[in-house]
């Protein structure tokens, strides 16, 4: 299997080698190696699989980490106020901007006994037909009483026990107006231990009978971030679009393309993830179409991570500084250490982010 370490990479893309860093280097991503091959799925990774084969982006919070990574009590007794804090902290330290439910919660709290509090991970998935939101519970999570609280709300209850529970906007704003549309329509599935929403009733019943294991590139991805508590995941099209340099000023794609030059030379994405990590490091995982490409890329994607940030401002060393860099098979993999205060993950997961770029 092709994997190459690959030294820092100076303010201006010119390499400094340090002995004792390319060490740590090497044996981190040989733990990277060893993790991949004798863990099972991550809860991300398996959490994919529940989701529409043609997804093309996901947002991922684990709801449990991020509780434990803030030393939080709040839980099913917390009330609406208490619930919305623990969003605000979750916000400060860039732990909820995946999130879907952020205006939701306290609401959710309050009139569903479901929330940000009490569940144990969150994936958003999204695709050119529709949108699905999951959400893992755990066994404390009493979905019969869910139910009930639908029913009194006024969702309208299914034939079938796993079948959709058909609210809409109406019932959405009567419950209370910060919900967000993807809670129109449920589906308590208990024997899986997931809640499935989406603002489209039917887009929901067909993703219920749809048994296609997920998105199989993006699974991938997401088990190359390890175990983050905050993540998205973008198919190569999405990530090419969306973090492109064509979406800054002509300045900045003219200093882009100067600087891509004299780092060397990178390849179209077929997939981008980035996620935070328990203890506040961000990983980002860039995936090419060769394997062969991969150390190369890593090299030049590591040197355009230390230097200057066009179309976002300033240099990338205002946010973070590159920790480690490697290839893996097709897949580049940077770590990063955002600076205390840091916003690297809702910031660089739309563009344009020169180091991602296609």
Do not use: N
């Amino acid at each position: 299997m092709p994997h190459r370490v690959v030294p820092r990479g100076g303010s201006r893309g010119a390499a400094r080698v340090v002995l004792a860093g390319v060490v740590v280097l090497a044996l981190a991503a040989a733990g990277f190696v060893a993790w991949r091959a004798l863990t099972p799925a991550t809860p991300l990774a398996r959490a994919t699989g529940l989701v529409p084969a043609d997804a093309t982006r996901l947002s991922w919070t684990d709801w449990e980490g991020v509780r434990r990574e803030l030393g939080t009590d709040v839980g099913p007794g917390s009330s609406a106020e208490e619930v919305d804090a623990f969003l605000a902290e979750a916000f400060d330290a860039d732990l909820s901007s995946m999130s879907a439910l952020g205006t939701s919660a306290g609401v959710m709290q309050e009139e569903l006994g479901l929330s940000p509090a009490t569940v144990s991970w969150e994936l958003l998935a999204q695709s050119g037909t529709g949108a699905v939101e999951v959400l893992g519970v755990a066994d404390d999570v009493d979905l019969d009483a869910v139910a009930d609280r639908l029913a009194e709300l006024g969702w309208t209850e299914p034939e079938e026990e796993d079948g959709v529970w058909v609210g809409g906007p109406d019932v959405l704003a009567t419950t209370g107006s910060m919900l967000t549309p993807e809670l129109q329509h449920v589906a308590l599935l208990a024997d899986e231990g997931v809640v499935v929403t989406s603002d489209q009733a039917p887009y929901l019943e067909q993703v219920l009978a749809e048994d296609d294991g997920g998105p199989e590139g993006l699974a991938d991805l997401a088990e190359s971030l390890e175990e983050p508590l905050a993540a998205a995941v973008y198919d190569g099209p999405y990530a090419c679009e969306h973090l492109a340099m064509s979406q800054a000023d002509d300045d900045a794609r003219a200093e882009a393309d100067q600087l891509l030059e004299a780092a060397g030379e990178v390849h179209p994405l077929t997939g981008f993830a980035m996620g935070v990590r328990p203890g506040g490091d961000v990983r980002a995982v860039m995936q090419v179409e060769d394997a062969d490409d991969a150390p190369g890329d890593a090299e030049a994607r590591a040197r355009l991570a230390a230097g200057p940030a066009p179309g976002q401002g300033g240099e990338f060393a205002d946010r973070f500084s590159v920790v480690g860099a490697a290839s893996e098979g097709r897949e580049v993999v940077l770590d990063l250490r955002p600076v205390e205060g840091g916003y690297v993950l809702s910031d660089l997961t739309s563009g344009p982010v020169l180091f991602a770029t296609c």
